[in-house]
């Protein structure tokens, strides 16, 4: 599975981004996909996870309320509308697969990474 992450950009404070992640390969695999951060200078970190079928999202308590991931499965691809942006969640967003359907928060569980796309938010 290849994937390809988009939509990033500068914005200010307040603001609202949509991140595209799309999925090509192996795309016939009903897996668990999630979208993490890193910022500068710090550990990447989980945002948002989701499973095949859209139905069990998780979000990590930092952007809870704020972000929204769904999913198209027509397409191969997955969204993060991200609302209220704040300079902390400024950073390189990620999306990965997991080759199961279980939507998970954790790093380790994934199996496939896409390239970063950049977000930046100023005060």
């Known amino acids: 599975v290849q994937l390809q992450a988009s939509g990033g950009g500068s914005v200010q404070a307040g603001g609202s981004l949509r991140l595209s992640c799309a999925a090509s390969?192996?795309?016939?695999?009903?897996?668990?996909m999630g979208w993490f951060r890193q910022a500068p200078g710090k550990e990447r970190e989980a945002v948002s996870a989701?499973?095949?079928?859209?139905?069990?999202?998780y979000y990590s308590g930092s952007v809870k309320g704020r972000f929204t991931v769904s999913r198209d499965n027509t397409k191969n691809t997955m969204y993060l509308q991200m609302n209220s942006l704040k300079p902390e969640d400024t950073g390189a967003y990620y999306c990965?697969?997991?080759?199961?359907?279980?939507?998970?928060?954790?790093?380790?569980?994934?199996?496939?990474w896409g390239q970063g796309t950049e977000v930046t938010v100023s005060s």
């Open positions: 989701i499973n095949y079928s859209g139905g069990n999202t």
């Open positions: 990965a697969a997991r080759s199961l359907n279980w939507a998970s928060l954790r790093e380790s569980d994934y199996d496939y």
């Open positions: 390969g192996r795309t016939s695999m009903r897996n668990a």
